[in-house]
């Protein structure tokens, strides 16, 4: 159930021109800032809007649209699932019956509708409320029924549309590391438009950068952050994130390697570093900083004023230094060097 | 608080203008409610005469909301949904009866409907079907003069409520049509309330275009407000409470509609 898209649309400002291919049981994650056309490139492969130009060719061999032929598979004929920003899950319906809608549009008998849907809600983890209305749920609530709704009917193809931006920090963590567990189980394609690099790190096997509507970027997560293009590439995504095991405030990394957080958990989490909190020396510091990792300088590419360094060790992490202190350290690929991390300045995230 | 703090700084040149048009508006059913004889109102309710022209009026505005929802949510989802090329003089014309004098409708109404009317010279032909001074062309008259009241509400609760629901229940399946039933339907059906409301409440008091094309026949035509004008020419007592009913079905109306119109301060 693979998606092949080239998609084209100029409308007003936005002028958008950008290919994807997203293989089986495959994330993409579409980054991009507001307004560049990633929410347009959704809207086109669920049938809601016509594109100006291109092919959206699911499995191969079923075209959905051909400009150029002139086939147009309107919204409601292709087997998708879309999940919005603020879920929109119609007020009017229980929750139950939101879940069941797509299975009894496409003709399910009531009582199996039903029952498909409790069983959504039971792996979602919100069984007890599908009697409920939309209106009494919560944000979180409400996106894991939007989700159950899109994946009930076991889609082709899975839109995600900033599916967790409109929730609270604390409800985004848990709602992130389950909808991780629900994507690895899902066997079809999933396109996941988001503005936020932690999300597209998180979620995403691979990572396409939309700027200003064209593709200004592809590769693996780590790829796209280890070497960005560029500088808004850079400042979006230099975020180091680490899979470990946490132990109170210590977390030893599934790669080797120990980090101190500030925030104590416990069990699989992800720690994230931004690169402008690491610093670097040429000989191990004495001083408050408790995460302090030998490493070898890999590379330097300068943004602006500062050079992302990217570090290799025990813990690969990328470093943001001014192009002064760059230069006076003397640093050449190759060079150890000493980094240091606050605690308090890592984060820390379920996973 | 805050309205009592506002309420308290009204300017005397807006309070006086203010204060006059609450008395020009109340004073009138005052009036009605002081003359009317109350120790006869209950003889007069049951005089025959009224009893036929209240269940005509019931009837016919019954008839005319029915006619205009089966007519004017499709129509007023054409305005609010469509792409449709020049929607805007669509709506202009939709929009005519609101302003037009009911009596100039009544007279149009007979030009097309009536025995020699463009439609009605055909009908009489065809069918042999007489429309004009007829239960039917009281139910038309009203449907003519009421139905924009129902599209124009209808038409701006589409507009309110979110489309992106639709694209939601396309994205599961759901074709315009199902989408329409399912989605839109409910999620209008408030506004669909209101001016359903709004438009039987017009056509309750529907006179101009009625006594036009339909007459006033009693038991076939005359409705409330033809028997109200009837009967202050030859017993205002009849006429009062005959109105003093009217007013009671408006306040019901008004009633209904508290929560959308008095409940928005």
Same mark, same amino acid.
């Given at each position: 159930?693979?998606?092949?898209?080239?998609?084209?649309?100029?409308?007003?400002?936005?002028?958008?021109?950008?290919?994807?291919?997203?293989?089986?049981?495959?994330?993409?994650?579409?980054?991009?800032? +507001?307004?560049?056309?990633?929410?347009t490139?959704?809207?086109?492969?669920?049938?809601?809007?016509?594109?100006?130009?291109?092919?959206?060719?699911?499995?191969?061999?079923?075209?959905?649209?051909?400009?150029? %032929?002139?086939?147009?598979?309107?919204?409601?004929?292709?087997?998708?699932?879309?999940?919005?920003?603020?879920?929109?899950?119609?007020?009017?319906?229980?929750?139950?019956? +939101?879940?069941?809608?797509?299975?009894?549009t496409?003709?399910?008998?009531?009582?199996?509708?039903? %029952?498909?849907?409790?069983?959504?809600l039971?792996?979602?983890?919100?069984?007890?409320?599908?009697?409920?209305?939309?209106?009494?749920?919560?944000?979180?609530?409400?996106?894991?029924?939007a989700?159950?709704?899109?994946?009930?009917?076991?889609?082709?193809?899975?839109?995600?549309?900033?599916?967790?931006?409109?929730?609270?920090?604390?409800?985004?963590?848990?709602?992130?590391?389950?909808?991780?567990?629900?994507?690895?189980?899902?066997?079809?394609?999933?396109?996941l438009?988001?503005?936020?690099?932690?999300?597209?790190?998180?979620?995403?096997?691979?990572?396409?950068?939309?700027?200003?509507?064209?593709?200004?970027?592809?590769?693996?997560?780590?790829?796209?952050? !280890?070497?960005?293009?560029?500088?808004?590439?850079?400042?979006?995504?230099?975020?180091?994130?680490?899979?470990?095991?946490?132990?109170?405030?210590?977390v !030893?990394?599934?790669?080797g390697?120990?980090?101190?957080?500030?925030?104590?958990?416990?069990?699989?989490?992800?720690?994230?570093?931004?690169?402008?909190?690491?610093?670097?020396?040429?000989?191990?510091?004495?001083?408050?900083?408790? +995460?302090?990792?030998?490493a070898?300088?890999?590379?330097?590419?300068?943004?602006?004023?500062?050079?992302?360094?990217?570090?290799?060790?025990?813990?690969?992490?990328?470093?943001?230094?001014?192009?002064?202190?760059?230069?006076?350290?003397?640093? %050449?690929?190759?060079?150890?060097?000493?980094?240091?991390?606050?605690?308090?300045?890592?984060?820390?995230?379920?996973? | 608080?805050?309205?009592?703090?506002?309420?308290?700084?009204?300017?005397?040149?807006?309070?006086?203008?203010? $204060?006059?048009?609450?008395?020009?508006?109340?004073?009138?059913?005052?009036?009605?409610l002081?003359?009317?004889?109350?120790?006869?109102?209950?003889?007069?309710?049951?005089?025959?005469?009224?009893?036929? $022209?209240?269940?005509?009026?019931v009837?016919?505005?019954?008839?005319?909301?029915?006619?205009?929802?089966?007519?004017?949510?499709?129509?007023?989802?054409?305005?609010?949904?469509?792409?449709?090329?020049?929607?805007?003089?669509?709506?202009?014309?939709?929009?005519?009866?609101?302003?037009?004098?009911?009596?100039?409708?009544?007279?149009?109404?007979?030009l097309?409907?009536?025995?020699?009317?463009?439609?009605?010279?055909?009908l009489?032909a065809?069918?042999?079907?007489?429309?004009?001074?007829?239960?039917?062309?009281?139910?038309i008259?009203?449907?003519?003069?009421?139905?924009?009241?129902?599209?124009?509400?209808?038409?701006?609760?589409?507009?309110?409520a *979110?489309?992106?629901?639709? *694209?939601?229940?396309?994205?599961?399946?759901?074709?315009?049509?199902?989408?329409?039933?399912?989605?839109?339907?409910?999620?209008?059906?408030?506004?669909?309330?209101?001016?359903?409301?709004l438009?039987?409440?017009?056509?309750?008091?529907?006179?101009? $275009?009625?006594?036009?094309?339909?007459?006033?026949?009693?038991? @076939? @035509?005359?409705?409330?407000?033809?028997?109200?004008?009837?009967?202050?020419?030859?017993?205002?007592?009849?006429?009062?409470?005959?109105?003093?009913?009217?007013?009671a079905?408006?306040? $019901?109306t008004l009633?209904?509609l508290?929560?959308?119109w008095?409940?928005?301060?």
């Amino acid at each position: 159930m693979s998606l092949s898209a080239q998609v084209a649309v100029r409308r007003g400002a936005l002028d958008l021109a950008v290919d994807l291919e997203v293989a089986d049981g495959e994330v993409l994650a579409v980054l991009g800032p +507001n307004g560049a056309g990633k929410s347009t490139l959704l809207r086109v492969l669920a049938g809601l809007l016509p594109p100006d130009g291109g092919r959206v060719v699911v499995d191969g061999a079923e075209v959905w649209d051909d400009v150029a %032929a002139e086939v147009r598979v309107p919204a409601h004929a292709r087997h998708l699932g879309m999940v919005f920003q603020d879920h929109l899950l119609f007020p009017h319906l229980s929750v139950t019956e +939101n879940v069941a809608f797509g299975l009894r549009t496409r003709g399910v008998r009531r009582a199996d509708a039903r %029952a498909a849907a409790g069983e959504w809600l039971e792996r979602v983890g919100i069984a007890e409320l599908g009697d409920r209305r939309p209106g009494r749920l919560s944000g979180g609530q409400a996106q894991r029924a939007a989700l159950a709704r899109a994946l009930v009917g076991d889609p082709a193809l899975l839109l995600l549309d900033e599916p967790l931006s409109a929730l609270d920090a604390r409800t985004r963590l848990t709602v992130r590391a389950e909808l991780r567990h629900h994507l690895a189980g899902y066997a079809g394609s999933t396109v996941l438009v988001t503005h936020d690099p932690v999300d597209a790190m998180a979620l995403a096997d691979r990572v396409v950068v939309v700027e200003d509507g064209r593709v200004v970027q592809a590769g693996t997560p780590a790829d796209v952050s !280890r070497h960005p293009r560029t500088d808004y590439v850079a400042r979006l995504v230099g975020l180091a994130l680490l899979p470990g095991t946490a132990a109170g405030s210590t977390v !030893r990394l599934d790669g080797g390697g120990t980090v101190a957080v500030a925030e104590e958990s416990t069990g699989p989490v992800f720690v994230a570093v931004r690169p402008e909190s690491v610093a670097l020396w040429l000989s191990r510091p004495d001083g408050s900083p408790r +995460n302090v990792w030998p490493a070898r300088l890999v590379s330097a590419t300068p943004h602006g004023s500062t050079v992302r360094c990217e570090l290799d060790g025990e813990v690969p992490v990328l470093a943001d230094v001014t192009a002064t202190a760059f230069a006076e350290l003397g640093l %050449a690929p190759g060079a150890a060097v000493w980094a240091t991390v606050k605690a308090s300045e890592v984060a820390v995230y379920a996973r | 608080m805050s309205a009592r703090r506002e309420g308290a700084g009204v300017p005397v040149p807006l309070m006086v203008p203010a $204060a006059l048009g609450v008395v020009f508006l109340v004073l009138p059913v005052v009036g009605l409610l002081v003359s009317t004889p109350w120790a006869q109102l209950g003889p007069r309710l049951a005089e025959p005469g009224v009893g036929e $022209a209240l269940r005509l009026s019931v009837v016919s505005a019954t008839l005319a909301t029915a006619v205009s929802l089966v007519l004017g949510v499709p129509l007023a989802w054409v305005l609010a949904r469509s792409r449709l090329r020049g929607r805007s003089v669509l709506r202009a014309l939709v929009t005519v009866p609101l302003v037009l004098p009911p009596v100039v409708g009544g007279v149009a109404l007979f030009l097309v409907l009536g025995r020699q009317g463009l439609v009605g010279q055909w009908l009489d032909a065809a069918f042999g079907l007489t429309i004009p001074f007829t239960t039917t062309a009281v139910v038309i008259a009203e449907t003519f003069v009421a139905m924009p009241f129902l599209v124009i509400s209808v038409e701006g609760a589409l507009r309110a409520a *979110d489309a992106r629901f639709e *694209d939601a229940a396309a994205t599961l399946g759901a074709d315009r049509w199902t989408t329409f039933r399912r989605v839109t339907l409910p999620l209008v059906a408030p506004g669909i309330a209101a001016g359903a409301v709004l438009c039987w409440a017009r056509a309750l008091g529907e006179f101009g $275009a009625t006594i036009t094309f339909a007459g006033n026949f009693p038991g @076939t @035509t005359q409705t409330m407000p033809l028997a109200v004008y009837l009967a202050l020419q030859r017993d205002p007592d009849a006429a009062i409470v005959l109105s003093l009913v009217l007013l009671a079905v408006s306040l $019901a109306t008004l009633l209904l509609l508290r929560d959308r119109w008095l409940g928005r301060v």
